[in-house]
């Protein structure tokens, strides 16, 4: 399985960006996938993740009710609109999946990064 991560860019404090993952295949109904940031110096943190199967979620306190993860089935395809954006959100955006569980913590495969940078 291979993960297409885009739609980074430079943003200006208040402003959304919609980041998207192509997966080459269809994600078998158990796997979550999700994002992933890492700022410099920071430890990877698991930003949102979606269950492939029933559309549950997970976010992390720092984003909640600023993010939203969403997935399309016809197109293979996680989002995360970003809004309200902050200069601490600013990281390389991975995309990752994993089997049989929702809190991503060993990804069985990682996307290429992003690059998101929210200006003061």
């Known amino acids: 399985v291979q993960l297409q991560a885009s739609g980074g860019g430079l943003v200006q404090t208040g402003d959304s960006l919609r980041l998207s993952c192509v997966a080459s295949?269809?994600?078998?109904?158990?796997?979550?996938m999700g994002w992933f940031r890492q700022a410099p110096g920071e430890e990877h943190e698991l930003v949102a993740a979606i269950r492939w199967s029933d559309g549950s979620t997970y976010y992390a306190v720092s984003v909640k009710g600023r993010f939203a993860i969403s997935r399309d089935n016809t197109k293979n395809t996680v989002y995360l609109q970003m809004n309200s954006l902050k200069p601490e959100d600013t990281a390389v955006y991975s995309c990752?999946?994993?089997?049989?569980?929702?809190?991503?913590?060993?990804?069985?495969?990682w996307g290429q990064g992003t690059q998101v940078t929210v200006s003061s």
């Open positions: 990752a999946a994993e089997w049989g569980t929702i809190v991503i913590r060993n990804p069985d495969y």
């Open positions: 295949v269809r994600p078998f109904s158990s796997y979550a």
